[in-house]
Structures are given as structure tokens and as C-alpha cells.
């Protein structure tokens, strides 16, 4: 169960990056004529960028959901578990909420930050 919470949590956060990030980085670096390429191979980039309110609002609640998820579940399992385990699987799914949630800020700068900052 954990794994399948870690793997959707990082789906959602990098599904932010691909809608609004990695386009505003290849415009950004000059490669405008790779980002259409990138559009006319997926085009279904353009509709993730249409709908971004609630890609980056399902994601923000899906971290929220796992962190509470994780402080909560993390303690009763503990008891059953042994002490090594219990600590990698709690290292690892910190480490992974944090990443989660770095990319999920990057994605949201690249998507409604930049864009005013720039104009």
C-alpha cells in the first residue's frame, strides 16, 4: 500500500512538471522548436496546460492527503514492524513526500509565477 501511495504521490507532482515546466524551460533555453515537436508527438501536453488549476489542486491535496496519511499510519505500523525496517520505510517515504512536493513547487512557479514576473 505504501509503495502504490509513494508511486500515485509522484505522478501527481510530476505531471505538474510536464504540463507547465518543461515547456517554459525549453521556450526559456531557446529550444521553442523542440516544444512543438514535444506538442506533436503528445498533444495531450496541451490539454494537461489547459486544465493546470486542477492538475496542480489534485496534486497540492495529494500531498497534504499522504503527509496526514503518512504521520498517522506510520505510527500504528511501527508497532507491528521491526525497529530497521520501520526506520528505511519511514526514510524513504520522507524523502519522497519532500521530493513530491519540491517538484510540485518548481511546476507551480514555471506555471502562474514566471509568467508575471516575466511580463
Given at each position: 500500500?505504501t509503495?502504490?501511495?509513494?508511486?500515485?504521490?509522484?505522478?501527481?507532482s510530476?505531471s505538474?512538471?510536464?504540463?507547465c515546466?518543461?515547456?517554459?524551460?525549453?521556450?526559456?533555453?531557446?529550444?521553442?522548436?523542440?516544444?512543438?515537436g514535444?506538442?506533436?508527438?503528445?498533444?495531450?501536453?496541451?490539454?494537461?496546460?489547459?486544465?493546470?488549476?486542477?492538475?496542480?489542486?489534485?496534486?497540492?491535496?495529494?500531498?497534504?492527503?499522504?503527509?496526514?496519511?503518512?504521520?498517522?499510519?506510520?505510527?500504528?505500523?511501527?508497532?507491528?514492524q521491526?525497529?530497521a525496517?520501520?526506520?528505511?520505510?519511514?526514510?524513504?517515504?520522507?524523502?519522497?513526500?519532500?521530493?513530491s512536493?519540491?517538484?510540485?513547487?518548481?511546476?507551480?512557479?514555471?506555471?502562474?509565477?514566471?509568467?508575471?514576473?516575466?511580463?
Open positions: 500500500m509503495f502504490v501511495k509513494n508511486f500515485l504521490l509522484l505522478f501527481a510530476a505538474t512538471l510536464i504540463c515546466a518543461l515547456p517554459a524551460l525549453l521556450v526559456f533555453i531557446g529550444a521553442g522548436s523542440a516544444l512543438a514535444l506538442v506533436g508527438i503528445f498533444p495531450q501536453l496541451i490539454w494537461l496546460s489547459k486544465h493546470k488549476a486542477y492538475l496542480f489542486g489534485i496534486s497540492f491535496l495529494g500531498l497534504i492527503l499522504a503527509k496526514v496519511l503518512q504521520t498517522n499510519n506510520m505510527e500504528t505500523e511501527c508497532d507491528r521491526n525497529i525496517t520501520c526506520s528505511e520505510v519511514k526514510r524513504t517515504t520522507y524523502w519522497i513526500w519532500w521530493v512536493l519540491i517538484i510540485t513547487i518548481i511546476g507551480f512557479l514555471f506555471a502562474y509565477l514566471l509568467p508575471i514576473i516575466i511580463l
